[in-house]
């Protein structure tokens, strides 16, 4: 059998499947029996789930829940877990188009005729189409929306001075004075201590 991409032919139940998990507590193993037990999913045509999720890597060989399977169950990462999980189930669609979740229907059709050599009106061609659109709606592509911290960046003149944070300059008034004294000639110390004395009592004091 050709290595088609994965696929379910009731692939309605797809989403209604995807959506128990994520309301269900994660199983130890995900079982025929915990489909059809614990999330209600009893008739035949949900038994394919299984080795389907196990294409997508939300599933182990062992059926054992991946990382993958649990951060999809996690609200705030749940729409990145399963585009991952859509890059890798349908990798050689993503390998001839990396925005392949962008096309079209009609697009997406040609894209997988090309891939797999289905004709148009192939039953086979129709559920990877739909599993892979069905599996579109819960995922988030644009990792451009994933919240990021971004650390503020000091401004020049606090790594300058290595202060922690930028402080506003202290606003004063310093004045200077520059005096020109024309001394007597005498020799007389007296003189020289009474004219000392004075600028010392009016210009230096505070």
Same mark, same amino acid.
């Given at each position: 059998m050709p290595d088609y991409p994965p696929f379910?032919?009731?692939?309605?139940?797809i989403?209604?499947?995807?959506s128990k998990i994520k309301e269900a507590q994660t199983p130890e193993r995900f079982t025929q029996d915990y489909l059809g037990t614990k999330l209600g999913f009893t008739g035949g045509s949900a038994t394919p789930f299984i080795p389907f999720a196990k294409r997508l890597g939300l599933l182990g060989s062992d059926g054992a829940p991946t990382d993958l399977y649990k951060r999809f169950r996690n609200p705030s990462?749940?729409?990145?877990?399963m585009a991952e999980a859509i890059k890798t189930g349908y990798s050689a669609?993503? !390998?001839r188009n990396e925005y392949a979740y962008e096309l #079209?229907?009609?697009?997406?059709?040609?894209?997988t005729m090309e891939v797999t050599g289905l004709a148009r009106d192939n039953g086979t061609l129709r559920s990877i189409v739909g599993s892979f659109e069905?599996?579109?709606?819960?995922?988030q592509f644009d990792t451009a929306?994933?919240?990021? !911290?971004?650390?503020? !960046?000091k401004s020049s003149e606090s790594r300058d001075s290595g202060a922690d944070e930028f402080r506003e300059p202290e606003v004063g008034l310093n004045l200077s004075y520059t005096i020109y004294l024309n001394l007597p000639k005498t #020799? #007389?110390?007296a003189v020289f201590n009474a004219i000392f004395k004075s600028l010392r009592e009016n210009f230096f004091r505070r």
């Open positions: 379910m032919n009731a692939y309605g139940n989403g209604k499947i995807l990462q749940s729409g990145f877990a669609l993503f !390998e #079209d229907h009609g697009k997406l059709v040609g894209l069905t599996l579109k709606t819960f995922a929306s994933v919240p990021t !911290e971004i650390p503020k !960046e #020799d #007389d110390i």
